[in-house]
C-alpha cells in the first residue's frame, strides 16, 4: 500500500474518509478499502509518525552503517561458506586483530582460519 500512497499521502486519505484514494492500492477493493480506513482511524502511521490528522513527528534515522565485520561476513558468505561458519571466522579473527580491522584483513584471516 504503501507504494501507492507514501506516510502522509495514507495519514490524509485516512483524515478524509478517502476509499478511493486508499483503494489505489493492488489487491484493495471498496471493502478493504473502507475496513483499512476504519482500522487506522486516529493511529500513527508509516515509520514517519505521521498520523490521520496529517502531524509528523520526528523525521526517522537513515540506514545504520554496515559495520567492517558484517561486510566481511556477507564477503565470506559470496564465496560460498555457510553463514553460521563465516560470523565465527570472522570473530575469531576480529579477536586476533582488533576492532578497527579492515574487512579485507577479516576476510583474509577468516580464510587463512578455514584453511587449517
Known sequence: MLDVL?????????????????GRASGVGPK??????VELKGKPIGS????????????TPG????SAAGEAVAALMGLGVAEMQARRLVDQ?????????????????GLKEMGR
Open 6 to 22: 507514501p506516510p502522509a499521502a495514507l495519514a490524509e486519505a485516512v483524515a478524509r474518509d478517502d476509499k478511493a484514494q486508499v
Open 93 to 109: 579473527a576480529a579477536a586476533v586483530l582488533g576492532p578497527d580491522a579492515a574487512v579485507s584483513d577479516l576476510v583474509r584471516a
Open 63 to 66: 540506514p545504520a552503517p554496515v
Open 48 to 59: 514517519a509518525g505521521f498520523s490521520a490528522a496529517g502531524v509528523a513527528a520526528a523525521p
Open 32 to 37: 478493504l478499502a473502507q475496513r483499512i480506513l
